[in-house]
């Protein structure tokens, strides 16, 4: 049973470039929640999607966006990118009143 | 304005002993708390859960605690175990949606054999 995947593992990009990561949620959920995890830090939330719209959403700007496919999969969004953007992208799995299943995470550095 | 907080970044212990770990929150709508546990290179990963129902849940080694009037939830690991040195997440929620969790910083926790 493959739990939560995403992709790519690791990426580098320019300021003011757009980045596209992706995840396949673990078999059986239908709900996606992506976070972001700077070094030292925890995970933000930054959205969450169900039923292919989002459903809620945490303090980040516009630059972020998402979507999620009638498969359940999700992509996130990031444009304009800044410094401050590079981290560790963490993208979680559940059925609702479930925890989160994690994937491994992409890390972004924007140079 | 941090909501969860997780005021000690580190924490030693013999293995055989008792690891407590600590978590303190402000927003008085979190009613369901959760823990994670993540080594390097991986995701974090589910540990145990609580609700604002109860003030303790246990499952084999780990007890989780909760102290509403305190806004306080500790964690402990009876007995450690060098295989639980990792970093470990205290996470808030309402509602039971998991999916939208407000984390602290995280503890590592290293079990010295």
């Known amino acids: 049973d493959a739990g939560v995947t995403q992709s790519p593992t690791h990426l580098i990009k320019t300021r003011g470039q757009q980045v596209t990561l992706r995840c396949s949620p673990k078999?059986?959920?239908?709900?996606v929640s992506w976070y972001q995890q700077a070094l030292g830090q925890g995970p933000q939330f930054i959205f969450q999607y169900y039923e292919e719209e989002e459903r809620q959403r945490g303090n980040f700007p516009d630059r972020f966006s998402g979507h999620q496919f009638p498969n359940y999969s999700s992509e996130l969004n990031v444009n304009a990118l800044l410094l401050g953007d590079s981290a560790l992208y963490l993208c979680a799995s559940t059925n609702r009143g479930a925890p989160l299943h994690f994937g491994n995470g992409t890390r972004l550095t924007v140079t | 304005d941090q909501q969860v907080k997780q005021n000690s970044p580190s924490l030693s212990v013999q293995e055989g002993r008792i690891s407590i770990l600590n978590c303190d929150y402000t927003n008085s709508m979190f009613d369901y708390f959760l823990w994670y546990k993540k080594y390097p290179a991986e995701g974090p990963t589910f540990l145990i859960s609580i609700s604002s129902i109860k003030d303790k849940n246990e499952d084999g080694r780990f007890t989780v605690f909760l102290n509403k009037s305190a806004k306080h939830l500790s964690l402990h690991i009876v007995p450690s175990q060098p295989g639980d040195s990792a970093v470990y997440f205290c996470a808030a929620t309402w509602g039971t949606n998991a999916g939208k969790s407000t984390f602290g910083d995280g503890t590592t926790l290293t079990v010295k054999p």
């Open positions: 078999s059986g959920h239908d709900t």
